[in-house]
């Protein structure tokens, strides 16, 4: 089961962060990302990691502005988005997945999913 928290109303050039917690096993060996949905919006992969050597993956139009992290002993993964846009408006969700895919970019590669939280970022 994972569990988001961390959304919220924020300004343009805000930050928030995401995180998102597994319980009943460890992150170890997956992949755990972040896809996003905006309104009207097909949804779109923003950020992955690797959990085992720490590796991650960006989308290009938040590369640069959100960071992943991660803390092991919290089996926790974060998402620290700053410099927000309008259109960074949209709700996040958490995924993992084992083993760990190349496909991190994918959704179909993903078993488990938190429930989301909504991000809004007013102009």
């Known amino acids: 089961q994972l569990v988001e928290s961390g959304g919220g109303l924020v300004q343009t050039g805000g930050s928030l962060r995401l995180s998102c917690a597994a319980s009943?096993?460890?992150?170890?060996?997956?992949?755990v990302v972040w896809f996003r949905q905006a309104p009207e919006k097909e949804r779109e992969f923003v950020a992955a990691?690797?959990?085992?050597?720490?590796?991650?993956f960006y989308a290009s139009a938040v590369r640069g502005r959100f960071t992943l992290s991660r803390d092991r002993d919290k089996n926790t993964a974060f998402l620290q988005m700053n410099s927000l846009k309008p259109e960074d408006t949209a709700v996040y969700s958490c995924?993992?997945?084992?083993?760990?895919?190349?496909?991190?970019?994918?959704?179909?590669?993903?078993?488990?999913w938190g429930q989301g939280t909504l991000v809004t970022v007013s102009s």
């Open positions: 995924a993992a997945r084992w083993p760990h895919t190349v496909r991190y970019y994918d959704a179909n590669e993903y078993d488990f």
């Open positions: 009943g096993r460890t992150f170890g060996g997956g992949t």
């Open positions: 990691l690797r959990w085992t050597n720490g590796g991650t």
